[in-house]
C-alpha cells in the first residue's frame, strides 16, 4: 500500500490558483478527480494527517501513487474540466450520477432514415432524442397510443419495417392510420421526418402552436365543406387536448425549471429530479449513489449540477439533431442549498444552455411546494434503497448464509443482537440493544442501557462501554437460565427445552437464550473487550463480530486483519441494517437522556420547587423547548405550581444555553419515565418502562 508522504508535493511547488488535480495508483490509473479554488490549500488537506481523513479519502491517498494538477483562470473553467475528465477517466472513487436504468423513456430514432417511436430502458445513445422518464412504461404507450392518430410515425422495429417493405403491404396500423406507412412508400422520408419532428415538438412542450395549427386547419376544412376532413381533424384535436390533460399543471406561471432534492445517510444518498416544462411535470429521475466522503448538502449539489448538466448538454449538442440545449439546461435549477461555488456554477450553466440560467433556492409558494414534494420522493427513494431487501425472504435467507459462511459459523445466525454507544465527549452515556430474528427486527426485545462506568475524566471509553454492555446482557441470560424450571441444563451447558418458558406466563423468555450472533459497533478493540467478557462469563456458543463505520469492515476477534464483504451484498446490507438500528435506537434514547438532564440542571436553582414538582413540571411538558415556550398561566395549570413559581422558572429557563437541535425527536418521545411505569432491573440495570421494548420515538 502506498504511503502518501512518498508522493507528496515539495513544499512551495503547489500554485495557489484554482485548477484541476488527478490522483493516479501505481498503474497509472486516474482514481480521483477533483477542483479547487486554490490548489496548495485543498492538496495540503490530503496529506495531513492520514488517521484525521474520512475513512474514503484515507483509502483513496492510500491507493494513489502520485497526484498531478493543471491549472485554469477560472472556476468555471475548473468546472468544465473537471467533468471533462471524470467522464474520460470514470475514477472510482468520484461520485457518478449516471442515468437510472429502471426508468422508461420514449426514444426517437434521429439518426435513422426513418425515425423510429419506442419505449426504451438503458444508457443514453448519440443520436437519439429522449423524452421523460416516466414512471411507468404503460404511461409512455398509452400518450403514444393518444399521439400516433395525429402524428402517424413509425414504430416497428427495424426486421418488420424490412419485412413489409419487401412484401409490399403495411402492417396493422399502416390500416387504421396510426401509421404513415413509410415502408410502402405512401411518405417519403423528408415527409415522415416532418411528421416526426412535429412529435418531437410536441413532446418538448411547444404544444400551443400545433394545437393552434390543428384547429386552423379544422375551420377551413368545415368551410370548404369538407365534413369528414374536419371530423378527423377535430378528434385530433381531441387527442392532443386529452393528452395534455395527463400532465398536471404544478407550476401555473408556465416555468420551465427542474427541482433537485437530496436524502443521504453516512454511506450513500439519493437524489431526486423533477423536469418541469411549461408548468407541468414532463420527467422524474432519480439516483442512489454511494457517498466518498464526508459530503454537506451543498457538496453533494455541487457534484450533481456538474456532471448532471454536462452529460445532458452533451448529449443535446449532437451532429443531426436540433439544439435542444435549451430543453436538458432550463432557465431555473431549484436546489435546497446553494454549493459554495453557486456564481460560478450559474455562469457555467448559462454557457451550457446559451442564456441565462438562475440557480436558487425555492422559498414560497408553488415552487417550495414542489420542492418539497420532491424531497418526500428522495427521502422515499432511500428508505426504499436501505429496505427493498428486507421484506424478500429469498433475500433474507441468502443473507443469513452469506454471514454463515464469511465468518465460518456452524450455523446460519438466526437470532442476532447488536449494541451500540452513545454520548457527547463521554457524558449521558447509554447504549442500546437491538434484536434481528430471521432477518427482520424483533422490536420487542429492544433494550436501553444506562452506562455505569463511564471514564470519570470526561472522555468516552467505548470500549469499556461496550464492555459492561456485554456483561450485562449475559449476566441475565445466565440469570435466566437459572431460574428456568429445577435449574435444569442441557449437555454442553444449552438450557432445557422447560427452562425456556416462563413460569407464570408459560411464554418464552426474551433473553433465556443467547444469540447465533452478537455484533458490537467498532472495530478491534470494542470486539475483543467482547470477547473477554464472554470468556469470563464462560459464553461459549456466541460469535462476536464488530463492524466499523463507513469502510464496513467485518472484525472477528483475534484476526488481525478484517473480513471484507462485497459492498453489494445481500449479507453486508442486513449487518449494516442491524447496526443502523441500534445506532438509531441508542441515538433517541440519548437524546432522551440528554433533555431531562438539561431540563433538571436548569430547575434545580428554582427556590421552592423540589424534586416532586420538577417531576411533575417534565412529565406535563415532555422537553425543554415546550416547558420554555409555555405561559405562566400555562405552566400553573400543573398541579402544586403557583403563579410566583411559574415565573421563576420561565426566569431560570431564559437563561439556559443548551442545545435544541434534537428538541422535535426529544419531543416526539418524551421521555422514557413519563411513557410508564419506570423499572430498574437488580442484574442487569436496565432502565425500563412499560413500553421499553419498543422504539419511543
Not at 420527467?283 to 454537506?296: A, H, I, M, P, T
Not at 436538458?328 to 457555467?348: K, N
Not at 445466565?478 to 441444563?489: E, H, I, W
Amino acid at each position: 500500500m502506498p504511503d502518501p508522504s512518498t508522493y507528496r508535493p515539495a513544499p512551495g511547488t503547489v500554485p495557489v490558483a484554482p485548477g484541476v488535480y488527478k490522483f493516479r495508483d501505481p498503474h497509472g490509473r486516474v482514481i480521483y478527480v477533483g477542483k479547487a479554488k486554490s490548489l496548495r490549500s485543498r492538496l495540503n488537506s490530503y496529506f495531513a494527517d492520514v488517521a484525521s481523513l474520512h475513512p474514503r479519502t484515507r483509502q483513496m491517498v492510500t491507493t494513489a501513487a502520485s497526484v498531478e494538477w493543471t491549472v485554469v483562470g477560472t472556476e468555471v473553467e475548473a468546472l468544465q474540466l473537471e467533468y471533462n475528465w471524470i467522464k474520460e477517466f470514470d475514477p472510482r472513487f468520484n461520485v457518478r450520477y449516471r442515468d437510472d436504468k429502471t426508468y422508461p423513456v420514449l426514444a426517437v430514432t434521429m439518426n435513422e432514415e426513418f425515425p423510429r417511436l419506442f419505449v426504451y430502458r438503458g444508457p443514453r445513445r448519440k443520436g437519439v432524442r429522449y423524452f421523460g422518464p416516466y414512471s411507468h412504461a404503460w404511461a409512455i404507450r398509452e400518450t403514444l397510443d393518444l399521439l400516433l392518430r395525429v402524428f402517424p410515425a413509425r414504430t416497428c422495429s427495424a426486421g418488420v419495417f424490412k419485412r413489409h417493405h419487401q412484401i409490399g403491404r403495411p402492417c396493422l396500423l399502416g390500416y387504421i392510420d396510426k401509421c404513415s406507412a413509410p415502408c410502402v412508400g405512401r411518405v417519403t422520408a423528408e415527409e415522415h421526418r416532418d411528421i416526426v419532428d412535429d412529435f418531437c415538438d410536441f413532446l418538448a412542450g411547444r404544444t400551443d402552436r400545433l394545437v393552434k395549427q390543428l384547429e386552423t386547419r379544422m375551420q377551413d376544412a368545415a368551410e370548404e365543406l369538407d365534413f369528414e376532413t374536419a371530423a378527423r381533424l377535430r378528434d385530433d384535436v381531441g387527442a392532443l387536448k386529452k393528452a395534455l390533460e395527463k400532465q398536471a399543471v404544478v407550476l401555473g406561471d408556465g416555468t420551465d425549471a427542474d427541482l433537485v432534492a437530496f436524502a443521504s445517510d453516512d454511506l450513500e444518498a439519493a437524489v431526486q429530479v423533477f423536469h418541469v416544462r411549461g408548468g407541468r411535470v414532463r420527467g422524474q429521475r432519480g439516483w442512489v449513489v454511494e457517498k466518498s466522503d464526508d459530503s454537506g448538502a451543498a457538496d453533494l449539489v455541487e457534484q450533481f449540477l456538474t456532471q448532471f448538466y454536462g452529460e445532458q448538454a452533451a448529449l443535446a449538442d449532437q451532429p443531426g439533431l436540433p439544439d435542444d440545449r435549451t430543453v436538458a439546461v432550463p432557465r431555473e435549477v431549484l436546489v435546497p442549498v446553494l454549493p459554495a461555488g453557486a456564481d460560478e456554477i450559474q455562469t457555467w450553466l448559462s454557457e451550457l444552455r446559451g442564456s441565462a440560467v438562475q440557480l436558487r433556492v425555492p422559498q414560497r409558494g408553488d415552487k417550495k411546494a414542489l420542492a418539497e414534494t420532491v424531497e418526500r420522493n428522495a427521502k422515499e427513494a432511500l428508505a426504499q434503497h436501505k429496505l427493498k431487501r428486507a421484506g424478500d425472504f429469498t433475500s433474507r435467507s441468502a443473507a443469513l448464509q452469506g454471514i454463515q459462511d464469511a465468518l465460518d459459523l456452524d450455523t446460519a445466525p438466526l437470532r442476532i443482537e447488536c449494541v451500540d454507544i452513545s454520548h457527547v465527549q463521554g457524558t449521558d452515556v447509554v447504549a442500546s440493544l437491538v434484536v434481528f430474528e430471521d432477518g427482520l427486527p424483533r422490536k420487542s426485545d429492544y433494550r436501553h442501557y444506562a452506562i455505569r462506568e463511564a471514564a470519570g475524566d470526561g472522555r468516552s471509553d467505548d470500549v469499556a462501554s461496550i464492555a459492561e454492555v456485554t456483561r450485562r446482557r449475559f449476566l441475565r441470560h445466565n440469570r435466566d437460565l437459572a431460574a428456568g424450571v429445577g435449574g435444569v441444563v442441557g449437555d454442553g451447558g444449552d438450557l432445557a427445552p422447560e427452562a425456556a418458558l416462563d413460569p407464570q406466563t408459560g411464554r418464552p423468555r426474551r433473553f433465556a437464550y443467547p444469540p447465533n450472533l452478537f455484533v458490537v459497533d467498532g472495530g478491534a478493540p470494542q470486539v475483543a473487550a467482547a470477547a473477554a467478557v464472554l470468556d469470563e462469563l464462560g459464553v461459549t456458543d456466541v460469535a462476536v463480530v464488530g463492524l466499523a463505520k463507513r469502510l464496513e469492515e467485518v472484525w472477528v476477534p483475534g484476526e488481525e486483519d478484517p473480513v471484507i464483504l462485497p459492498r453489494t451484498s445481500e449479507s453486508l446490507y442486513l449487518l449494516q441494517r442491524v447496526r443502523d438500528e441500534a445506532h438509531r435506537f441508542a441515538i433517541t434514547f440519548h437524546r432522551s437522556k440528554r433533555s431531562k438532564r438539561m431540563t433538571a440542571s436548569a430547575l434545580d436553582s428554582v427556590r421552592g420547587l423540589g424534586e416532586m414538582r420538577r417531576t411533575a413540571l417534565v412529565q406535563h411538558f415532555g422537553s425543554v423547548a415546550r416547558l420554555r415556550e409555555a405561559t405562566v398561566d400555562e405552566i400553573t395549570a400543573v398541579p402544586g405550581i403557583g403563579a410566583t413559581t411559574a415565573r421563576a422558572v420561565l426566569a431560570a429557563l431564559s437563561g439556559d444555553t443548551g442545545d435544541t437541535e434534537h428538541t422535535p425527536d426529544a419531543a416526539a418521545g418524551s421521555d422514557v419515565a413519563a411513557a410508564g411505569v419506570s423499572v430498574r432491573d437488580d442484574v442487569t440495570g436496565i432502565d425500563r418502562s412499560e413500553r421499553t421494548g419498543h422504539d419511543t420515538a
